[in-house]
């Protein structure tokens, strides 16, 4: 059989793709919060949440919220008098007399009515170009906030379980405030006309309420229980949108473009991403049968006390119990109250979804807020002389073993120490802690004697340059790739001498705009670098903010051997002012280094200088013979 035999075999006897894998959170945060939830909650809550609502845009737009305000007024006065009017129009209208005169003597009722139309016509444009007005600039408060807390929560939440979901759950939040204020203002308007067409109403007749509210209730109780489903289907769905959304991004990327196809990933890809929307879909379907029998449900019962409503207008209106005038507006006010009572029950069980999901944004901004770095006032200034390690332990979240485990080090200006060890010792986990990434768990890292649990995280990171193993490609132009957004000065003379030490310039100066390049090719006018060019980009970077401390993590493992000598010679020729950490798993390149320490399993197990760990016989010693046997 010839090989390609085979491999036809093979395919054809080949396994189906394995699906997505089941997702399920059940943390604190999975119970649906409108499980127990009763339109009497809803409506003792409304009012706190629109106190919630409005203190946001307030502080968004107070000019905006005072328009908003106005229009209401405006809304209730206008339902008032067209009520009003409309009864006055309906004395001479339908009494008796010449046409011509009926008219001329209903004609300023009439106007009235226009002229009330009018305004609350003109009420409700102000208040959706008010709404406008809020609505975008509350949304990019909410997201910028969301944003900002994710980027300041302490860098070891992000292992903490249920972490992303929760993230998932408040970007719902911030998405829901493109319809919050909407919400909100169409609660408060439907709610005026509801109060002002009920006290017309209960004037007319007072046994015409009652049979109103039993007609708008069961709408009420079917929008709070269609409510429950939506929101149990939400938080049925968070996980599994969540790691859709990264996969999305994965599979879409061209920076993964290559890899995709060069692996026939294509077709799986698709598949998994189709499994997983349809999981989704298949719990959003299965929720529609018990939408449908809410709805007809309520609708049949509401149905019913609506027609006894107009039953009972009907028999007041035939035994004479109230004139025909009365009865005639009292049809409008019937209408107006109806639309105005199902409005009020819509938009607030609406208002209160809404609050649900904002919850969930406060509750993960409030989370975000307590995982903040909160350590004291010291500051570091420079230079640094020295930063200590004493008997540091460190362990991730929800793991047994610690992946820093009774680290003992001292670190001294001038100093260029490696860090050497195999995948999982606990190198990068060692630079986090050494820079107050992380806080030990166990001992004490000092910088100049202060303990970082005790100083400004701002100060020490304003310290230190790093470049991890893994380096952001910022779709920024090159010059904010190098500066990070800080320059030092107002021209570019510093920004060149990092681009020279790295050997950059030539690179530089053949992209079309030089530093004002934006460096993303998916963008109309953008360029792209090599792996290796982006890598010496990013020890650019480190090297533009002469750190007091710098740290580099595999800084050359995508450069070639001219490139990878360049930046090791800049690293002993600026070594003296600083303290220097290399991380590598190219054992040649230590021999720059004063110092090398070998990380086994979060321990320290050997150290000392490049000869004595070659001559030990130690797993330095090993690790160095099998690079070298190829």
């Not at 989704?280 to 006390?305: K, Y």
């Not at 019937?334 to 208002?351: D, E, K, M």
Request: charged share 20%; aromatic share 6%; hydrophobic share 45%.
């Amino acid at each position: 059989m010839t090989s390609a035999d085979a491999d036809s075999k093979q395919n054809a006897t080949a396994p189906p793709p394995p699906p997505p894998a089941e997702i399920t959170y059940s943390g604190p945060y999975s119970v649906n919060p409108l499980r127990r939830v009763s339109l009497r909650t809803l409506a003792a809550q409304i009012p706190s949440v629109l106190r919630r609502i409005a203190r946001m845009s307030w502080e968004t737009d107070r000019q905006a919220v005072q328009l908003l305000v106005a229009c209401q007024v405006v809304t209730g006065v206008a339902a008032a008098v067209l009520l009003a009017a409309t009864a006055r129009a309906m004395q001479p209208i339908l009494g008796t007399g010449a046409v011509g005169e009926r008219l001329h003597e209903a004609l300023p009722a009439l106007v009235a009515v226009a002229v009330a139309a009018a305004f609350a016509r003109g009420a409700a444009a102000v208040a959706t170009y008010a709404e406008r007005r809020i609505t975008p600039k509350l949304t990019t408060e909410t997201d910028a906030a969301l944003v900002e807390a994710v980027c300041r929560v302490e860098a070891s939440a992000y292992a903490v379980d249920g972490f992303a979901d929760r993230q998932e759950a408040a970007e719902m939040g911030v998405i829901r405030t493109h319809v919050m204020v909407t919400d909100a203002q169409r609660f408060m308007s439907a709610l005026i006309r509801m109060i002002t067409a009920g006290s017309v109403l209960s004037v007319l007749n007072i046994l015409m309420l009652p049979l109103l509210l039993l007609a708008v209730l069961p709408a009420g109780i079917g929008a709070i229980l269609t409510a429950r489903v939506d929101y149990e289907i939400h938080y049925a769905n968070i996980s599994d949108r969540n790691v859709r959304g990264m996969m999305r991004w994965w599979s879409t990327s061209p920076k993964y473009g290559d890899e995709v196809r060069a692996n026939g990933m294509t077709d799986y890809l698709l598949f998994w991403y189709r499994s997983l929307s349809e999981r989704c879909d298949r719990r959003t379907l299965a929720a529609a049968p018990r939408t449908l029998r809410i709805a007809l449900l309520s609708s049949l019962v509401g149905g019913v006390f609506l027609v006894a409503t107009w039953a009972v207008l009907a028999w007041l209106a035939v035994t004479g119990r109230v004139a025909l005038a009365i009865a005639a507006t009292a049809v409008v006010a019937v209408q107006t109250t109806l639309a105005a009572l199902s409005q009020v029950v819509i938009n607030g069980a609406a208002v209160f979804h809404t609050s649900l999901y904002l919850t969930d944004m406060q509750t993960f901004l409030d989370d975000a807020a307590e995982r903040a770095p909160k350590r004291g006032s010291l500051t570091i200034t420079a230079p640094v002389e020295e930063i200590r390690l004493d008997e540091v332990v460190y362990r991730y979240p929800g793991k047994d073993q610690p992946a820093v485990d009774g680290v003992s080090l001292t670190l001294r200006r001038g100093q260029i120490l490696a860090i050497v060890g195999v995948n999982g010792s606990g190198k990068s986990t060692l630079t986090r802690l050494l820079t107050g990434i992380y806080l030990a768990d166990k001992g004490h890292v000092t910088w100049n004697g202060a303990d970082l649990a005790d100083v400004d995280p701002a100060t020490v990171w304003s310290s230190t340059g790093l470049v991890p193993q893994i380096f952001a490609q910022w779709p920024l132009r090159v010059r904010e790739n190098i500066t990070l957004g800080q320059p030092r000065t107002d021209d570019d003379g510093p920004v060149w001498e990092a681009v020279d030490s790295v050997g950059m310039r030539e690179a530089i100066d053949e992209l079309p705009a030089g530093l004002d390049t934006l460096l993303a090719r998916e963008i109309f006018g953008g360029a792209e670098l090599s792996g290796g060019q982006w890598q010496r980009l990013a020890c650019s970077r480190a090297l533009y903010r002469r750190p007091p401390l710098l740290i580099l993590d595999e800084p050359t493992s995508q450069m070639d051997p001219r490139g990878e000598h360049q930046i090791f010679e800049e690293i002993k020729a600026i070594s003296g002012d600083r303290i220097t950490i290399v991380v590598t798993h190219r054992l040649e390149n230590t021999k720059v280094a004063d110092h090398i320490v070998v990380m086994e399993q979060g321990r320290i197990t050997e150290q000392g200088c490049y000869d004595a760990l070659v001559h030990a016989g130690g797993i330095f010693a090993e690790l160095l013979e099998l690079s070298q046997d190829r």
